[in-house]
């Protein structure tokens, strides 16, 4: 008696395995479910995608941003804009780099336009980083909602399938047929996770490798601009300076106008002429 129920635990463990979740997928996918292929080809792409973007953010447009800045620095303080240049090309031909060498390149040439060269080509470069990490999120929602319509699918064929049999066939059939279906969905959610992994790691990577830039951007942008722009920017007068500036240049101005506006005559112009011969007048009579 203990012997047979020893078996049937034996016979209930060993059933309990043969149901793995992982077991039933790999059997879906030797049964040649077409949706679990999608996804498998979809998890490929985006397990693609995931390492060529962390070996482009980690080992090719990343570098010891404080080490190239400093040395960049100590350079350009010995005014061999030549030596810069160089310097900038043996690091690296992208990233930092590259946007240094342009705007080297361009004070050198034109010291006015460095500024629009450092705008220029770090709107360029900016977009390279963030390049396909969003279709790391669309393949991880297509997956799952791939993995769901194919149970949905099978969940359908199971039901058709049941009400066809007799009752005594029905419970033990729709029982197998029913967790069957459910693993295109579990497979889906499963690989959904992993390619969100995949995803914020590239993200991670991306976004402090765009703070770095642009703390690069902004060193460049104080060792090179203000050479360029101290020539000719305009200094600004002081308020109490400029008021009583204009205020002299108005009275001048005002001057004239007023010498224009009165009368040859001066004061005696004022006098007329009748009050002239009244007097006269007075005079004969007297």
Known sequence: MVGEQTKFVNVDVKELEGGHVFNEIAASFQSGNPYITIMLLLGFVACVITFERIIMLQFVYHIDFSKFLSNLRKILSSDDTARAISFCKGVGATSLPHI????????????????????????????????????????????????????????????????????????????????????????????????????????????????????????????????EIGGYMPVAMPAAVAASASSAVASDMSEPAAAAAQPVGGANANFDDASVEDIRDEEEII
């Open 100 to 227: 240094a060498r342009r705007a080297l390149e361009a004070s050198e040439t034109d010291p006015t336009t460095v500024r629009g060269v450092l705008e220029e080509e770090t709107v360029d470069f900016l977009p390279r980083i963030e390049s396909r990490i969003g279709f790391l999120m669309a393949l991880s929602t297509l997956v799952m909602l791939t993995g769901v319509l194919g149970a949905i699918d099978s969940l359908w064929k199971t039901f058709h399938a049941v009400a066809i049999l007799d009752s005594a066939r029905k419970q033990a059939s729709l029982g197998g047929e029913i967790a069957s279906a459910l693993n295109p969905a579990a497979f889906g959610v499963l690989l959904s996770m992993l390619i969100l992994v995949g995803y914020y790691i590239s993200r991670s990577m991306a976004v402090r490798l765009t703070e770095r830039l642009h703390h690069g951007i902004t060193v460049l942008h104080n060792l090179l601009v203000p050479a």
